[in-house]
């Protein structure tokens, strides 16, 4: 299983607001486990603190923007999809001003940084969100849409399509995130010239020109109307003759637009606040419908409460059945723990196959046989037993003795033919032989079972 990751060390970026126009200031900081991203606006009184989650997402227009307590931060997408690429964590942001610096328009820098800074393991274990059903949304007005299927990585493919002749269909896609500083962090945003009226109208992009964006001229227009749009950026006037990009600089790729769209989509992605092991297939997107998925996604995960094990049944178990009678007391009919297949210092997975021979189901019940509740309870026990007694380098001399369970909830039926898997977690550390702990048990993606446990590891008399 991964380690959570931060920062080796801090790093400041200076640039303009490409909305505002204003000069910012920007510096990543390490942070501890279980940070993940979070956004410090210091100009502010009491420089208040925003986490860069979905649910805090409130406009899309141009960019993606986080608001929290009525405290604001805009364009965090370049920065957010390099952090992510990167597989950082966790990471405190300071920014002087209420937009991040758009820099060149990518991700170039922000990843540039990121790896001169280093990247430190720490001790807390990641979690993922596993995907394990295909997921799907379309948004109607606009006729974007995402899938995300199941994978054993993240990967991401984009199709774009744009009533335009310079920039018509397009196709990008990253097959691991170790292919991003290469292929997709250099890429810029863009726009067309028809756009920049409306843009400024809706008082954007003051701090935009030909070094951050990638300008498109798809349709004539008269050279006064491109004039009095240079004067009113405050720009140099350029003279337009044909048709196509208006950057003094080539394109850094055929498919730059493509491939920073690629980057917009992993860029608000990362506001699920877990690293994700699925296929995304993005058609047409943009913020909004970016933002919209994503929420749809925190909002399972919060449902979920943690992460559902990942369970290959042909990988060799850490502890197997006599590895576990070394450490338990418990005997057939009340050994309810088959194998262990991950454990640390902190948390412990095992697996329990429950079948019809299971005695219990004689009497509970002949026509209608389910798991008991207490012997659920029970199997999430022996469970932590494993967890707490390998704090011991001689566990077979130690018993575990459950001193009280609290917060017991039962939410669906465990029946003959289902796999159990139970994910038990220290709530603190070890202490006097003392420990509590949180346990799950879940069936498929389902959690069955939970509760708290507090125990006491004994020496045997």
């Known amino acids: 299983m991964d380690k959570q990751t931060t920062l080796k060390s801090s790093f400041t970026l200076t640039g303009k607001g490409l909305h505002t126009g204003l000069p910012v200031t920007i510096t990543f900081n390490p942070a501890e486990a279980g940070t993940g991203y979070r956004i410090q606006r210091t100009d502010l009184e009491g420089q208040p603190i925003i986490n860069a989650l979905a649910e805090n997402i409130s406009e899309t227009s141009r960019g993606t923007v ?46 540039e940084a990121i790896a001169a800074a280093g990247i430190e393991e720490l001790a807390d274990n990641r979690e993922y969100y596993v995907v394990t059903k295909r997921i799907e949304f379309k948004d109607e007005e606009s006729g974007s849409s995402i899938v995300i299927l199941p994978d054993d990585k993240f990967s991401v493919d984009v199709h774009v399509s744009y009533p335009s002749a310079i920039l018509s269909n397009q196709f990008a896609s990253l097959n691991d995130l170790s292919e991003f500083g290469n292929e997709i962090a250099s890429c810029r945003t863009f726009v067309f010239v028809r756009e920049i009226e409306q843009l400024l109208q809706a008082n954007l992009i003051k701090g935009g020109d030909l070094d951050n964006a990638i300008v498109i001229y798809d349709q004539q227009i008269d050279q006064s109307k491109i004039d009095q749009l240079t004067d009113l950026l405050g720009k140099e006037r350029v003279k337009v003759e044909n048709l196509g990009y208006l950057n003094k600089t080539p394109l850094r790729f055929e498919n730059e637009c493509a491939r920073h769209k690629l980057l917009d989509v992993i860029g608000d992605l990362a506001l699920i606040g877990q690293q994700i092991k ?184």
């Not at 597989?87 to 942001?93: E, G, P, Y």
């Not at 297939?281 to 399972?300: W, Y």
């Not at 029970?378 to 009280?404: C, H, R, W």
Request: hydrophobic fraction near 40%; glycine fraction near 6%; include cysteine.
């Open 278 to 461: 699925g296929h995304v297939i993005a058609t047409c997107p943009g913020h909004t419908v970016n933002s919209k998925f994503t929420k749809k996604i925190r909002k399972e995960l919060r449902r979920q409460e943690t992460s559902v094990p990942i369970y290959d049944p042909n990988e060799a178990p850490i502890f197997d059945i006599k590895d576990i009678r070394r450490m338990l007391p418990h005997r057939y009919p009340m050994q309810l723990v088959d194998k262990i297949i991950y454990v640390d210092d902190k948390m412990v997975i095992g697996v329990k196959n429950l079948t019809g021979n299971e005695e219990i189901f004689n009497g509970h019940f002949p026509n209608e046989p389910v798991m008991p509740g207490v012997l659920q309870v029970e199997a999430m026990a022996q469970t932590g037993g494993i967890l707490v007694l390998n704090t011991v380098p001689d566990p077979e001399n130690y018993s575990t003795y459950f001193l009280k369970i609290d917060n017991v909830k039962f939410r669906t039926k465990a029946v003959p033919g289902d796999t159990l898997i139970f994910k038990l977690m220290l709530m603190t550390p070890v202490r006097r032989g003392i420990a509590t702990m949180k346990g799950y048990a879940f069936v498929g993606n389902k959690i069955v079972s939970e509760a708290e446990f507090t125990a006491q590891i004994a020496k045997n008399k």
């Open 66 to 111: 986080i608001e929290q307590e009525g405290v604001k931060v805009s364009t965090i997408e370049h920065a957010m999809a390099a952090l992510y690429a990167a597989q950082v964590d966790n990471c405190l942001i300071q920014v002087d001003q209420p937009e991040f610096p758009i820099l060149d328009g990518s991700s170039k820098f922000y990843t």
